[in-house]
Structure formats: structure tokens, C-alpha cells
């Protein structure tokens, strides 16, 4: 449930971004990732795609994998302490219900990472 709740969510930003097959790593598992497959130049490296954000289901939580949040320090400024609490890694946060703030930060997140984006001219 938890999976279909943030998959939801994830599905209002295609568009602009694209839903990515899933790696050969991720098939035997759910998974819904979104990229950019736009040519951009990243720390001087040329990269055909950028992730944006994606949900694997683990095994005790589904994983809520967002890039910026390790990349850009102030976004994870910008969120609730009790979201920001689930953050487990550089980019991952352990979900493992969608009580209290979950739904509205995730939602949050990818609202500055969209702008972050078109900033960075990303998508």
C-alpha cells in the first residue's frame, strides 16, 4: 500500500520526466524510477540521463530514493524533521507508512526538485 500510495505522487511528474525501466538489478523487484533523458553536462562530465526520484520496495520499507537530497544540503533544510528523520544513507528514506507528514514531504521534495531541474536546465 505504502508503494501505490508514493507511486501515485511519482506519477504526476510524467511529464516532464520519464518513466525508466527498471535495471536489470531491479527486476525481481517493484520498482518506478524518474529520469531526465536530456544531455547535460554535470561536474564537467557529459551524462545522457539525470535521475530525479524513484520507489524500490525493500524488504521492511519501500525506499524512496531522491537524489537532491543528498546533492543539495539546503533541500533537506526546506523539509520537515519528521520526514527528514526516514533519510537514511546520502538518499534514501526508509518508508515504512504514509502517517503524519510522509505523503505532503514527498510531494514537497519533488515540488523543489522540479524547480531545481529547470534551474539547472535538467529537463
Given at each position: 500500500a505504502v508503494f501505490d500510495e508514493l507511486k501515485i505522487i511519482l506519477s504526476a511528474y510524467s511529464p516532464p520526466f520519464s518513466v525508466k525501466t527498471p535495471?536489470?538489478?531491479?527486476?525481481?523487484?517493484r520498482s518506478y524510477e524518474l529520469t531526465s533523458y536530456k544531455k547535460v553536462v554535470i561536474a564537467g562530465r557529459p551524462k545522457d540521463e539525470v535521475y530525479f526520484a524513484g520507489i524500490i520496495i525493500q524488504k521492511n520499507y519501500v525506499g524512496f530514493y531522491y537524489m537532491l537530497a543528498y546533492s543539495e544540503p539546503e533541500v533537506r533544510s526546506q523539509l520537515h524533521p519528521e520526514f527528514t528523520a526516514l533519510l537514511k544513507g546520502k538518499?534514501?528514506?526508509?518508508?515504512?507508512?504514509?502517517?503524519?507528514?510522509?505523503?505532503?514531504?514527498?510531494?514537497?521534495?519533488?515540488?523543489?526538485?522540479?524547480?531545481?531541474?529547470?534551474e539547472y536546465g535538467w529537463i
Open positions: 535495471s536489470d538489478a531491479l527486476r525481481n523487484k538518499s534514501c528514506f526508509y518508508i515504512k507508512n504514509t502517517e503524519g507528514v510522509v505523503l505532503d514531504q514527498v510531494k514537497k521534495a519533488l515540488d523543489i526538485g522540479l524547480i531545481k531541474y529547470r
